[in-house]
């Protein structure tokens, strides 16, 4: 087990939570999304601007060189000139910064005396304005998680961004519905030291946003960015992490990959190995690999393209080093190679001979770079200026890698590991909005939020356990799934069982989105609906899996077009009562033989029947009527 203390872990949190209110934070636009194809697009090429001290971003620079052009795509129904940055925004969404204040007093963060939005560069296409607005609500107040008490830096309200669509060479789709979106960011302190305690941490930040009754469901309406440094190592800012139980897994790889870096450039210094040593001397070594059996370089020189290698001097073994699972140093520079040359990826001699590149072919490229067994040769095959981008930012990170960890931004992998996205944002990256009021917290202001402040967590589960009659394990699982107040609503306008609510809304809802089914789209509404059906008798209970998974496949259908598509319409009472009659005097000598018992054996006659279009109490009650008749008949004889 790793001992994380030894290493000097320390983890910061940024939980983003989309809150629901009825327009955008700087229109009047509906928070909502369009899957339907856009009724316009139009093009925008981003670049960053000078701070008022003459400095770039860097993380901004970095975008900007990529070249690339965004492609926005916009409904007239869910975006406006605002999102277009065609017209200056309009006030501040009021409920919006009330659910964040509410927050603030929950936690005991200290509202500032007067909120000024400022606009934060974003040049990678997620915004049309080349900036994000966002303005700081509270500073310091603390979450208890578990048995201690973690600090908070600050609580702003800001729009969230464009949704990425698809990207095509230097080209970047992105859609503008949710950009806009109120976005509430609450940041920690540095105070997390295990992966395990981030994990509680974040759980127990967005247990308290959901507990303010104002924060929006589904896929991609919470994210977590983690703040991750161990003792030597640099802070990185890891984005994007989405799902809560990824958050541990995120931190301990990221905690093996700078242990791993500092145990690199540790070796290097005892090697002697000096950066100096590393040269821009790029060797064409396409003739060479003319009858190659490699497929990648075979396809390259038919294109006409070129094979270019590069020495890394004393980083033999080095660049194969194994970081955490699957990513190793070489994955790090071929992560620079695509975002900087273009090119699809690269070869390095610590995982040759493969591919095709026999160990002749190695032992050539080693002896015309007079390279030693301590030395490893990147190769790339692409176009000429490619490579050469390609193979200067392998250089470039080969010579970070003498530092240990290189400060940058990175993205979190599904599997836990993270990609190399950006260098890390400067201090010059934050000026002010000028076409946005500044807002005075006032006194009576919070004194109102103060008297309809919700309930803490830990209240309302005992509440809900107390009033529905749920056993803790199900209360928790409704609580945390983010779903709670649909839970209660559910109850209150369709009527039905608690317990099936809630077991529902959490264990059907996940095994479905295991199995592949997109329910994260299923609206309240479509929800409330199918319950509505269950509780009319229209609909089995037992068929509620089928009828959300049809459901979750075909968007904008109502509840009702699922029972028609799977032939779910319920029976009569009338033509069910008839069949039980049939069945039990078709297996008489059964019932006599059995008596009650015989329930079972006829339950399975009837359901394959009649599955999923009828009530199986019913059924149930209606066989054991039709038994007792049976069993008073015989008595009587």
């Known amino acids: ?372 067994e301590s030395d490893a040769i990147v190769i790339i095959a692409d176009e000429p200026e490619k490579c050469a981008k390609a193979l200067s930012s392998v250089l470039e990170r080969a010579k970070e890698a003498f530092n240990g960890v290189p400060s940058e931004t990175r993205s979190a992998d599904a599997d836990g590991t993270t990609h190399f996205t950006r260098p890390r944002p400067g201090a010059a990256r934050m000026y002010p909005e000028t076409d946005v009021m500044a807002i005075p917290i006032t006194k009576e202001r919070m004194d109102r939020l103060q008297k309809d402040l919700p309930e803490m967590p830990e209240v309302k589960l005992k509440r809900i356990m107390r009033e529905y009659k749920l056993n803790e394990k199900l209360a928790r699982q409704i609580f945390e799934s983010g779903s709670l107040d649909l839970f209660e609503r559910t109850i209150k306008e369709a009527g039905v069982s608690p317990t099936l609510t809630a077991v529902t809304l959490t264990e059907t809802l996940r095994s479905l989105k295991r199995e592949g089914s997109n329910v994260d789209e299923l609206s309240d509404e479509i929800l409330i609906g199918v319950f509505h059906l269950v509780s009319e008798g229209s609909l089995a209970k037992e068929s509620l899996p089928d009828v959300l998974r049809w459901l979750s496949k075909n968007p904008g259908a109502a509840p009702g077009d699922a029972i028609k598509a799977l032939n779910l319409e319920q029976i009569s009472e009338e033509e069910l009562r008839r069949f039980i009659d049939n069945k039990v005097s078709e297996n008489r000598e059964l019932v006599v033989k059995l008596g009650e018992k015989s329930v079972g054996p006829l339950m399975g006659m009837v359901m394959g029947r009649f599955r999923g279009k009828v009530n199986p109490e019913e059924v149930q009650s209606n066989i054991k009527d039709a038994i007792r008749k049976v069993l008073i008949s015989k008595i009587r004889q």
Not at 22 to 30: D, G, Q, S, V, Y
Request: charged share 30%; with cysteine; hydrophobic share 35%.
């Open 1 to 372: 087990m790793t001992d994380y203390a030894a290493l000097g872990l320390k983890v910061g949190i940024e939980v983003h939570q989309e809150l629901r209110t009825e327009h955008k934070l700087f229109c009047a636009c509906p928070p909502k999304l369009f899957k339907e194809e856009p009724e316009y697009t139009f093009i925008r090429r981003l670049r960053p601007s000078q701070s008022e001290l003459g400095e770039v971003d860097p993380a901004a620079l970095f975008e900007f060189k990529q070249g690339k052009t965004m492609i926005y795509e916009a409904n007239g129904e869910t975006t406006c000139l605002v999102e277009m940055d065609e017209e200056p925004p309009g006030p501040l969404n009021d409920k919006a910064l009330d659910i964040c204040l509410t927050f603030t007093l929950m936690t005991g963060s200290k509202p500032i005396d007067e909120v000024h939005i400022m606009r934060k560069t974003v040049v990678d296409g997620s915004n049309t304005t080349g900036f994000q607005r966002t303005c700081i609500v509270s500073l310091g107040g603390s979450i208890e998680a578990g048995d201690k008490r973690y600090g908070l830096e600050q609580v702003c309200l800001e729009e969230d961004a464009a949704r990425k669509m698809a990207d095509e060479g230097l080209k970047s789709h992105y859609r503008i519905d949710r950009l806009g979106i109120p976005l509430i960011e609450v940041t920690t302190a540095p105070e997390i030291h295990s992966p395990e305690e981030a994990e509680r941490v974040a759980l127990t930040i967005g247990r308290t946003l959901r507990a303010t009754g104002n924060v929006r469901r589904g896929l991609g309406t919470i994210r977590q960015d983690l703040n991750v440094s161990i003792k030597g190592g640099a802070v990185i800012e890891i984005k994007g992490v989405q799902e809560l139980d990824l958050i541990s897994k995120v931190i301990e790889y990221e905690a093996q990959r700078q242990k791993n870096l500092l145990e690199i450039a540790s070796e290097l210094k005892k090697r002697g190995v000096d950066p100096s040593g590393l040269t821009e001397e790029y060797i064409d070594f396409s003739e060479m690999f003319t009858s190659t059996k490699s497929p990648i370089l075979q396809n390259a020189l038919k294109k006409g393209q070129k094979i270019l290698a590069v020495k890394l001097t004393g980083f033999g073994g080095l660049v194969g080093k194994e970081l955490n699972p699957n990513r190793r140093l070489g994955t790090e520079m071929a992560d620079r190679a695509r975002f900087w040359g273009g090119v699809r990826g690269l070869f390095h001699t610590d995982e040759l001979p493969a591919y095709g590149i026999t160990r002749e072919e190695v032992a050539k490229l080693s002896s015309k770079v007079n390279a030693s």
